[in-house]
């Protein structure tokens, strides 16, 4: 069964600087999809970013990049230029290619810090 | 375009009794996925709807079962309530362009947060 695990329960960052969440994943599949979700204390669930296994390149929108490691199945996050608006619980989750179900890790919570 | 929303957002309901979530997906999309998140147990996979059909089960007792109207709205109940079932559901939407996966993104609801006292 495919698992995804985020070691950092909390992250601290000051604002403007750069932090970079960490997340591996196991699993046997060679097609899937990897993604970043932020959740405000709204608990609205926003989509950060997206990566497609097949895709060397490592995805990046705006201030978030990725670092993709097909082969030690690992896929962290980094955020630049760090704001007060990013402070979040942000999950990790996976996605196989036959379905929709997504697996989650357990969140690491970012504070940021004025 | 409106979002997915769901209703209601909070609700209060005691042991035994039953309850029924709402989810409308963002116009367009075809597939609605339901999500249970407490403290505990994290985000965990409840079903997944397309075409009215489910597509896709999590691990979950039979207490808890859903179904998709033909305008793509979906519905969660969830019967005879325990103090567990206390969690945010989650409800998310894909577009679902065939009856295939392919490179679909999930957008979710704003939930429904369910206190079982």
């Known amino acids: 069964a495919q698992t995804v695990t985020q070691s950092q329960p909390e992250m601290s960052v000051q604002e403007a600087e750069t932090v970079t969440l960490s997340c591996t994943y196991d699993t046997s599949e060679s097609d899937y999809y990897l993604f970043w979700y932020k959740q405000p204390p709204s608990r609205q669930m926003i989509l950060v970013i997206r990566q497609e296994a097949y895709k060397q390149q490592n995805a990046t929108e705006n201030r978030f990049s990725v670092n993709f490691q097909k082969a030690a199945k690992s896929f962290s996050l980094k955020i630049s230029d760090s704001q007060l608006g990013d402070a979040a619980m942000y999950f990790c989750?996976?996605?196989?290619?036959?379905?929709?179900?997504?697996?989650w890790g357990a969140g690491t919570k970012l504070i940021i810090k004025p | 375009k409106a979002g997915v929303t769901q209703t209601p957002r909070y609700l209060i309901k005691t042991r035994g009794q039953q309850v029924t979530l709402s989810c409308s997906p963002i116009s367009g999309h075809r597939s609605v996925s339901w999500y249970q998140q407490t403290p505990g147990q994290g985000l965990q996979f409840l079903f997944e709807?397309?075409?009215?059909?489910?597509?896709n089960k999590g691990n979950f007792p039979g207490r808890f079962s859903g179904r998709q109207f033909s305008n793509s709205r979906s519905e969660m109940n969830v019967s005879t309530l325990e103090l567990g079932d206390s969690a945010l559901y989650l409800c998310a939407s894909s577009l679902a362009l065939t009856s295939g996966m392919g490179e679909e993104t999930q957008y979710f609801g704003p939930g429904t947060r369910l206190l079982v006292l």
């Open positions: 989750a996976y996605r196989q290619d036959s379905n929709y179900q997504l697996i």
């Open positions: 709807y397309f075409s009215e059909t489910q597509r």
